[in-house]
């Protein structure tokens, strides 16, 4: 996709929009990880809010929320 050699930056051959768009539209498939971190992260909310008597929750707020 690009590089760097002893020239100094190399041309950027590949878009970021085609990096990251689906195999299936001729991208190359690879995950956002700013927006997949996203996404964890609003799991783990949920999970905070629903999951009260599991015992990861109990450790959780043991240990943050002393």
Same mark, same amino acid.
């Given at each position: 996709?690009?590089?760097?050699?002893? @020239?100094? %930056?190399?041309?950027?051959?590949?878009?970021?929009?085609?990096?990251?768009?689906?195999?299936?539209?001729?991208? #190359?498939?690879?995950?956002?990880? %700013?927006?997949?971190?996203?996404?964890? #992260?609003?799991?783990?909310?949920? %999970? #905070?809010?629903?999951?009260?008597? @599991? #015992?990861?929750?109990?450790?959780?707020?043991?240990?943050?929320?002393?």
């Amino acid at each position: 996709m690009w590089g760097w050699g002893s @020239e100094g %930056r190399k041309i950027a051959w590949v878009t970021w929009d085609k990096v990251f768009s689906s195999q299936n539209v001729d991208g #190359l498939g690879i995950i956002n990880v %700013r927006q997949f971190n996203m996404a964890l #992260l609003g799991k783990w909310i949920w %999970r #905070l809010h629903s999951d009260n008597d @599991e #015992l990861w929750m109990e450790v959780i707020e043991s240990k943050y929320r002393g």
